[in-house]
């Protein structure tokens, strides 16, 4: 896999910018559409998706930090770009879920769209952890898509440095998005 782009700083700011801006409307603007499609399957099947793919991202992101560090440059490269890749169905699969399943909420057992002062109660204090989790995941997958994109544009036009110096940045947040997804999944699933 030799992938390698030709140096554009400023056309590859617009882009990641534009992209990463983009991506951010996108999701925030289809949270509020659910479209209601008779599919045959349950739309949620998507975020079994999401958690599984979030959580191949974070072995691989485990598995690109220890190539990286034991100089194995190609094997660390096709490991980052495949998590890129996964990331990217990601994004689609999670667009698919709250188009087609629309957003749930923590606590809802008699599936309402209100959580009550008795669901509320029921849930207890692992309402708080959830929306902890949820509300950094969110935080911090809006914000680490630029830095996965520059530390991505970076490796690939060879400028090993400036690379090693945002992945350093880039890595805890993505990776941190990798492992709460499914523990987010595992927590609001019971509420489908």
Known sequence: MNLTLQKNDRRARFIII???VVVFMA???LERVT????LGFDPHIFALINALIN????????AGLFAAKTRRLAVHKKIMLTAIMLSMLFLIS???HHLLAGSTLYGDLDHNG????MEKAAAGSMRYV????LGTHILLAGVSLPFILFTAYRALINENERHRKIAKITWPMWF???VTGPIVYWMISRFY
């Open 55 to 62: 959580s191949i991202v974070a072995v691989l992101l485990l």
């Open 35 to 38: 479209l209601n499609l008779k």
């Open 130 to 133: 959830y929306f902890f989790l």
């Open 94 to 96: 999670y667009i698919l």
């Open 176 to 178: 941190y998005v990798a």
């Open 114 to 117: 209100k959580v009550d002062e």
């Open 18 to 20: 534009v992209f990463s």
């Open 27 to 29: 999701v925030t603007l």
